[in-house]
């Protein structure tokens, strides 16, 4: 069957792009592999309306919204070959060996992180360890926070978290502040420590043990890093997409129309952007389904 829109990723940035071409009566497919980047997040923060909500119940709600649209379809796997077809547009063919057909694309692919090497912190990502203040520094303010070096981008959220507690940026053995940046530390209050951390274990009690190089411990509440990232799907490289150099990995480059290096493919989400949370991926498939459908209506 051939679609007017196909979408690659059905998480908040797929989903947004998608409802708003089914409102237009556009035949609209969401190709979805179940695994969104926050399926680790026992909580969502930030989002108006949705404050305080699970991810996938929010997701959950999602996507019976969008399905209440008769022009609307879900079909559940991973998208593992797009190419372009001349006049008609894309085929799109996933991993159950189903080929799918659309005039445009949305590419809401996300990314996926290349967390540190530190033993324990896999197990806590999303609940102890975490990346974004805005979505989950309120419920750990209020005492000792952690920042664990990824690079020079860790100085830079050391000291913005500071908002939310008392700061440790552990070094790690990749980072050593020279002196103007030593100086930025000491004006936001944040601690040096520049030994590498061997792991982390949880306290018993809501926290953290940061295990040190020579036997040392530090007891945080909770464990920020920032780690690099990659695409979490082939697609957009498939197909020829440009990129570009983000603060913590390659990003799919968009125009103002949030269409990508490749005519009739947009993108939206995580892959497309350098900052991450739920509102920033809503406002930019919304933004990148409306654009796709007036490209179809206006050529």
């Known amino acids: ?15 947004s792009a ?39 119940a929010i997701l959950d709600d ?29 085929e799109v063919t996933t991993d159950g060996g189903e080929a799918f057909g659309a005039a445009r694309l949305v590419l809401a692919t996300g990314v996926r992180d290349i967390l540190p090497e530190v033993p324990g912190l896999a197990e806590l990502w999303g609940k102890s360890v975490l990346h974004c203040p805005y979505c989950h520094g309120y419920e750990v303010s209020g005492g000792p926070l952690g920042v664990l070096a990824t690079g020079p981008m860790s ?34 209050k944040v601690r040096f420590e520049p030994a590498t951390v061997t792991e982390l274990r949880e ?30 799907s082939p697609l957009a490289e498939q197909l020829g997409c ?27 989400g995580d892959a497309a952007r350098s900052m991450h949370n739920i509102a920033f991926a809503v406002a930019a498939g919304t933004f990148a389904g409306v654009c796709a459908h007036q490209s179809m209506v206006f050529g």
């Open 1 to 15: 069957m051939q679609y007017d829109l196909a979408v690659v990723g059905g998480s908040f940035a797929g989903l």
């Open 18 to 56: 998608a409802i708003q071409v089914a409102r237009a009566g556009r035949k609209v497919l969401v190709i979805d592999a179940g695994q969104p980047r926050n399926s680790f997040a026992e909580h969502s923060h930030g989002f108006l309306g949705q404050d305080g909500r699970t991810p996938g």
């Open 62 to 90: 999602a996507r019976r919204q969008l399905l209440a649209y008769p022009t609307a379809r879900v079909v559940n796997g991973r998208a593992d070959n797009a190419v372009a077809t001349g006049s008609s547009g894309f």
């Open 155 to 188: 100085l830079h959220q050391a000291q913005l978290i500071t908002d939310w507690g008392d700061v440790t940026l552990f070094g790690n053995g990749l980072l050593e502040p020279d002196a103007e940046q030593a100086l930025a530390l000491e004006r936001q």
């Open 203 to 232: 306290d018993g009690a809501s926290g953290l043990i940061v295990h040190l190089d020579g036997g040392r411990t530090a007891g945080v509440r909770a464990m920020f890093t920032a780690p690099r990232n990659t695409m979490a």
């Open 242 to 268: 440009g990129f570009t150099e983000g603060l913590l990995g390659p990003v799919i480059t968009v125009d103002d129309r949030q269409q990508t290096t490749v005519p009739g493919v947009y993108a939206a």
